[in-house]
């Protein structure tokens, strides 16, 4: 299995914080690993406290279906093939601002944002992807 | 950061009690510190017991996201931006009724108010909030 | 079945309050009513957020069973009757700070205290215990 | 209430993490603040993945009650008087490597270290925390 290592982790945390001072915002940034597993983590003063949890859970949504999470979100609603797939794994967040990590094209792991529109967080998630490519 | 004292929480629980008696309900009144934690609850007789944790959820809702309980339900709807976001953070309740608390513009905390409908519940929390004014 | 009011619980409160500001602790005070749910909550100002949870379920496991958490503690040692009891209803504290509260010999609830050594939790929460006979 | 910055999370988790390197272990290191609430992450290449979620407990334990997690730990020995506390607040852990952080004196957070010998994992918390003074 492919997998980030911490120096990638840790830069993918760092191009997101730039962008998201670049935006005005205020964000918690969180990387998992290939194994979903919490690799690094930051939130920047002021950033909402609620969101500690919901970029980890971006983050890890993105990974364990390696798609982002605004696309699994589209098919969640009522009606929809993925329903209420959220009350699974604990808890998944299925709005924007998870995208999975990749190196070379392989899934090495996942960024998640949260504390602002979910537009900026995407935003800013995928400033932090970018990074890896 | 700037918090909550005991006796400031106090104050926002004894003005939720006294608005919740004028209008004629039995409530469950809960305020979270800046960090989120427990300050002050009361529960007056005959409140629903089912509301002890709807009231708590509603105070640390309000605080980690700094807005009104209710505006963050008019964006988790389906269709919407925040679509299930209730199943972050242990359990967000997203109806009306969590209140932040400000202290000269800054937020130090949060009140929570459940045992009603939605409307005199955010009446009652309003009548607290405005306490610390 | 006899439960505690509001009026009383807050009483209880304000007793403990009082010893813990004449022993000159930081507390962390919860009543609980004849259900085992919780009625009203106080934390002072500088006191340990661990003690938000623990002083909850001093106050539960005394209600739980009727009796002074520190007894059940002395019977849930290793090779004690109630080995491990605290794992169960979620988390109980049987260790001192915990005691039933009763009106006229029946018990209506229970108060849990924590912030300080088990002696001083202890000392605090008979004083609010106290309060009601 | 004071509180850390993300700046100084970020120097804790990098004095840590420059101390296993030393040492020669792979650690897991989290920083909360003084809520109690995640602020910064990081975990080495290999390290425990058990470790994520018991480095985050031993931060937030250390900051719940304001003293090193191992001096809990000799208090909740069987016969001690904090017996089994660590069923409290989801979770405690109450052996080494949790320590309170510290600017002038005042408790901003705690950083806890997880991914080796008990003995290591407080030696790089040490010199997390001391990063701050």
Redesign the interface.
Same mark, same amino acid.
């Given at each position: 299995m492919n %997998?980030i290592?911490?120096e990638q982790?840790?830069a993918v945390v760092e191009a997101s914080l730039a962008k998201s001072r670049e935006v005005g915002t205020a964000m918690n940034i969180a990387v998992v %690993?290939a194994?979903g597993?919490?690799?690094?983590?930051?939130?920047?003063?002021g950033a909402?406290?609620?969101?500690? %949890?919901?970029s980890q859970?971006k983050a890890r949504t993105a990974r364990f279906f390696d798609m982002n999470t605004g696309d699994i979100?589209a098919l969640?609603?009522?009606g929809g093939p993925l329903y209420?797939i959220? @009350?699974s794994n604990g808890?998944?967040?299925?709005?924007?601002g998870g995208i999975p990590l990749k190196v070379d094209g392989a899934v090495v792991g996942a960024v998640g944002v949260s504390g602002s529109? @979910?537009e900026n967080d995407h935003i800013v998630a995928q400033a932090g992807a970018d990074a890896l490519q």
């Open positions: %997998d290592s911490l982790a840790q %690993d194994g597993n919490l690799k690094a983590f930051g939130r920047q003063d909402w406290i609620g969101s500690i %949890d919901i859970k979100g969640s609603q009522p209420n959220e @009350v808890g998944l967040i299925t709005f924007p529109t @979910v």
